[in-house]
């Protein structure tokens, strides 16, 4: 899914209307039965005060109050005072018996108990709203508050730091605003409301939808030798969990063979795993050697500083084969950026990025840095977060769709590195192992949250779940095919 910005929503708004032989009004109408749809599903016993402004998003307010009204739900209906309307506003509000107009000084007498609809304004904004607007916002803060499209003052594409309406639940046309994955707006939750917008070819910048599109079907035939072997290299005194995880989640990432190499205290590992350890015992002094069968690599989980010298001589040495950098091998290499290969996958989170690039003032700033740095080195970068972002040397940017805040935990990242190895090391191709990894982990995440709720859930609970999250996704792929080919095992998912 495209996330577009508020130029790309126009043009998208235009190409509908001369595609479909419609009018810009029955976008609005369709926009509004849409909202009906959602906000009485969710609130079925609401009664409902809406602000509405003087562009479309106002007009957006206006049609839904006639529909809810026509539903015969309490509703009242307040317009901001304007010197000028657009024209679906101004032929919404021919439409609506009964309203009443406010103003800033004169501001709405709001039913005690009613759930707000804040529809003052949408992408249309052209710059942040002034202090005046404080006192009405203020007024609903504390409230149930629903945010058509944006949450109005909210900017669609940059930071905010000027009033905006603070909404339990954004309902967004079409696809997600780029303002809603920067953690400083603290956008709670949104849902997408399709309104039937023209698709417009893949853009650069895209929301993770369809992810099960991306999964291969190894054969029936498939033994241990075709499924691809995963290295992880990782661990140090005091920090062996790091690469238990890892390897647990690579042992859950469908690949045939989990190799290990880790320092002289390395615990003992699932069984499944081969071990190879280092004559050091605190930490990884000796580059391990790499067989020709070996698929993919993952480096630096719980490696410590220690583990310098080795990693830049592993770097060294390296076969062209896909390597997942991670942790300590991102501290490392911040202090040797020239050392990062070519082509490399860095999976950092903020804090690690920051220390690549430089401090950001903001989320924005950061994501510039990131896609200039995977351009200009040739790599992918995925920045972990609440939303991750995965850049892409090529210039697209991916954000993920799914997770949750339960996986905050300490773990969590390590169990990531893994399972992207394993799913490399099969021969998936980069530009699809990625989503896919980082999907299907926040999938597993989400599925612990729902079973054991976020705050019981720890990271290793993630890899208690990657299975049903593989099951889910294998099962979206066989009932979204066209024509499927069922092996056994997909008709006992169905
Ligand atoms: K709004």
Redo the contacts with the bound molecule.
């Keep these: 899914m495209n996330i577009l910005n508020k130029e790309q929503l126009r043009a998208t708004d235009q190409h509908t209307i001369q595609v479909q032989g419609i009018r810009s009004w029955d976008l609005m109408e369709r926009a509004a039965r849409e909202l009906l749809k959602a906000i009485t599903r969710e609130f079925p016993h609401g009664e409902f005060s809406i602000l509405c402004?003087p562009g479309n998003?106002g007009g957006d307010g206006l049609a839904l109050g006639r529909m809810l009204k026509e539903k015969g739900i309490n509703t009242q209906v307040f317009l901001l005072e304007s010197p000028k309307y657009s024209e679906d506003n101004l032929e919404n509000q021919k439409l609506l018996e009964e309203f009443e107009v406010f103003n800033l000084e004169k501001l709405p007498e709001l039913w005690p108990d009613s759930i707000i609809i804040?529809?003052?304004?949408?992408f249309g904004l052209r710059t942040g709203l002034g202090i005046e607007w404080k006192a009405l916002f203020e007024k609903i803060e504390g409230r149930t508050c629903l945010?058509?499209?944006?949450?109005?003052g909210l900017l669609a594409d940059e930071l905010t730091t000027s009033p905006y309406?603070k909404a339990d639940i954004v309902y967004t046309f079409h696809c997600p605003k780029k303002a809603f994955f920067a953690p400083e707006h603290g956008i709670e939750s949104f849902e997408i409301i399709d309104i039937g917008l023209e698709k417009v070819g893949d853009g650069n910048y895209q929301y993770l939808a369809d992810v099960h599109l991306l999964l291969n079907q190894p054969s029936r035939f498939a033994h241990k030798g075709t499924l691809g072997q995963a290295l992880l290299v990782g661990g140090s005194k005091g920090m062996t969990g790091a690469i238990d995880l890892a390897t647990k989640a690579a042992l859950r990432g469908g690949c045939g063979i989990v190799k290990v190499y880790g320092p002289g205290c390395t615990p003992d590992l699932p069984s499944e795993a081969l071990v190879q350890r280092d004559i050091n015992l605190e930490y990884i002094k000796q580059t391990p050697t790499i067989d020709a069968k070996t698929t993919a690599i993952g480096i630096g989980m719980g490696m410590s500083h220690n583990g310098q010298e080795a990693l830049l001589e592993f770097l060294s040495v390296l076969p062209p084969i896909p390597l997942v950098l991670d942790a300590d091998a991102l501290n490392i290499l911040a202090k040797h950026p020239e050392k990062i290969p070519t082509g490399a996958i860095l999976t950092p989170h903020p804090k690690e990025l920051d220390r690549i690039v430089g401090t950001s003032k903001s989320s924005f700033e950061r994501w510039e840095k990131a896609e200039k740095l995977a351009k200009k080195k040739g790599i992918y970068l995925i920045v972990k977060g609440a939303n991750t972002h995965i850049f892409f040397p090529d210039g697209k940017i991916l954000v993920n769709s799914s997770g949750n805040y339960g996986m905050a935990k300490g773990g969590s990242g390590d169990i990531l590195t893994g399972l992207l190895t394993a799913i490399l090391a099969q021969g998936y191709p980069i530009e699809k192992a990625l989503p896919l990894g980082v999907y299907l982990h926040g999938l597993a995440g989400d599925i612990a949250a729902e079973t054991l709720g976020h705050d019981a859930m720890n990271a290793g609970d993630i890899l208690t779940f990657l299975p049903d999250a593989w099951k889910l996704l294998r099962r979206r792929a066989c009932t979204t095919s066209k024509y499927p080919r069922r092996s056994t095992e997909q008709r006992e998912l169905l």
């Design positions: 402004g998003n804040d529809a003052l304004y949408g945010a058509i499209d944006l949450p109005s309406v």
